[in-house]
Nanobody, 126 residues
Framework: QVQLVESGGGLVQAGGSLRLSCAAS??????????MAWFRRAPGKEREAVAA????????YYTDSVKGRFAISRDNAKNAVYLQMNNLKPEDTAVYYC?????????????????WGQGTQVTVSS
């Protein structure tokens, strides 16, 4: 059974930083076979792709609102993915989800992701 478990969320003031982690597990599951992404869902809004990274880490995607502030990375040896979030803004408040996709390229389409974590809450106060 595949599990993606997010951690690192919390309450932070505007301008602060958080680092989210996603730990993957499963008897034969290796994130090296998957593109990985972070999505978020804010209250009353649709789920959106925040950042994505290809299997080898050579290509990344960021939604416009986080470019220059967030950085996605992965450690295939540790079966883990990270999201470094700097200069956080109140509009970044959301539940953040880790997801895995068998696609070759990065994708921002939720339906292309095969596995999802339960989410971690990020709250940014003004």
């Amino acid at each position: 059974q595949v599990q993606l478990v997010e951690s690192g969320g919390g309450l932070v003031q505007a301008g602060g930083s958080l680092r989210l982690s996603c730990a993957a597990s499963g008897r034969t599951f290796s994130i090296s076979n998957y593109a990985m992404a972070w999505f978020r869902r804010a209250p009353g809004k649709e789920r959106e792709a925040v950042a994505a990274i290809t299997r080898g880490g050579g290509s990344t995607y960021y939604t416009d609102s986080v470019k220059g502030r967030f950085a996605i990375s992965r450690d295939n040896a540790k079966n883990a993915v990270y999201l470094q979030m700097n200069n956080l803004k109140p509009e970044d408040t959301a539940v953040y989800y880790c997801a895995a996709s068998t696609t070759i390229l990065t994708t921002s389409t939720p339906g292309t992701y095969n596995y999802w974590g339960q989410g971690t809450q990020v709250t940014v106060s003004s």
